[in-house]
């Protein structure tokens, strides 16, 4: 049983820095990647970005790339999302997600296989 757990989620300032964790309890050989994605209120659920457990692979959506990295621990089966320069238009509900397809990168919500409960992230002007 895959069970996927966000933490680090909050209140910051414009300009500040927040770092998201996501536990991946159950996780097998069977899970290629993970990716977080995003939903602020009155909008779809975008991709954010993702990271293969193994091999490489790392992917960033355009309105995250050079502020937002994403990095793993396989020992611990944690993917972290460190989140830097954020914007008042990075408010949103962050969520983690596990893949167990091995094309690479997944940007699309429907291709992952399990989902965390979320995170709220709130940047203030």
């Known amino acids: 049983q895959v069970q996927l757990v966000e933490s680090g989620g909050g209140l910051v300032q414009a300009g500040g820095s927040l770092r998201l964790s996501c536990a991946n309890s159950?996780?097998?050989?069977?899970?290629?990647?993970m990716g977080w994605f995003r939903r602020a209120p009155g909008k779809e659920r975008e991709f954010v970005a993702a990271?293969?457990?193994?091999?490489?692979?790392?992917a960033y959506a355009d309105s995250v790339k050079g502020r937002f990295i994403i990095s793993r621990d396989n020992a611990k089966n944690t993917v972290y999302l460190q989140m830097n320069s954020l914007k008042p238009e990075d408010t949103a509900v962050y969520y983690c997600a596990d893949s167990r397809s091995a094309r690479f990168p997944l940007t699309s919500w429907y291709e992952y296989d399990y989902w965390g409960q979320g995170t709220q992230v709130t940047v203030s002007s």
């Open positions: 159950g996780r097998t050989f069977s899970s290629y990647a």
């Open positions: 990271i293969r457990w193994s091999g490489g692979g790392i």
